[in-house]
Structure formats: structure tokens, C-alpha cells
């Protein structure tokens, strides 16, 4: 294998890697009894995640046995545009409405609360 493979890998692993820490992250918010956040970041890291896997796999075993039963690049190049980016988009989607439910969530918490006015005795 050479150098660019090697690279190539190495910065899949530690997008890997980064990807199981923000599903252990998502774990943690279900334990703690965060339904949503939790359930939408260990949702959104593990298709994320996935795509890089299925990036790996379709290169490393699907191309080359795709090559030697006499396909084309362009199957391959079709192939890997559809299976990874609705993986990757719907990541992307997942993250993005995970932010905003975790600001208006935060918004919600920071509002102050209205004065209760006690009927004078």
C-alpha cells in the first residue's frame, strides 16, 4: 500500500475514533436521561461514522472485486455516491437539528421565571 492509502486510512480511524467519542457523548446524555439530545447525537455520530466505514469497505473490497468481474470505475464512483452521502447528509441534518433543540433547550432554562404575586393577607 502506498503512502496516500496509509494517510487515507489513518485520517478515517481518527474520524472514527472522533465519531465513537460523540456517540459515547449520546450515550451518556440517554444515561442522564436526556432522551432527545442523547438519542439524536448517538443517532447522528453513528451514521456519520458509518459513511466512513462504507467509504473504507466499498474502496478496499467492493472496487477491487468489482474490477476484476469487469466493471468500470464509474460503478463504483455511482456505488459510493449512493450509499455514502444519504449516510452522510442525514448525519449532517441530525447534528444540525441536535444544535438547535440543545440552544432552545437552553433558552427555555434560561428564562427567567415569571414573579408569582402573593394575594396580600
Not at 478515517?12 to 459515547?24: E, F, Q, R, S, T
Not at 461514522?49 to 464512483?77: F, H, M
Request: proline residues 3%; aromatic residues 8%.
Amino acid at each position: 500500500m502506498n503512502i496516500t492509502g496509509v494517510l487515507s486510512i489513518t485520517a478515517d480511524a481518527l474520524l472514527c475514533l472522533a465519531y465513537l467519542v460523540g456517540i459515547a457523548a449520546g450515550v451518556i446524555a440517554l444515561v442522564r436521561r436526556q432522551t432527545r439530545l442523547g438519542s439524536l447525537a448517538t443517532a447522528a455520530f453513528f451514521l456519520l461514522g458509518l459513511a466512513v466505514v462504507a467509504r473504507d469497505v466499498l474502496a478496499l473490497v467492493v472496487l477491487p472485486a468489482l474490477l476484476k468481474a469487469g466493471g468500470t470505475y464509474i460503478t463504483y464512483s455511482w456505488l459510493s455516491f449512493c450509499i455514502e452521502t444519504p449516510l452522510f447528509m442525514i448525519g449532517v441534518i441530525l447534528l444540525v437539528v441536535l444544535i438547535f433543540t440543545s440552544i432552545q433547550k437552553q433558552a427555555v432554562q434560561a428564562a427567567p421565571e415569571e414573579e408569582k404575586v402573593h394575594p396580600a393577607q
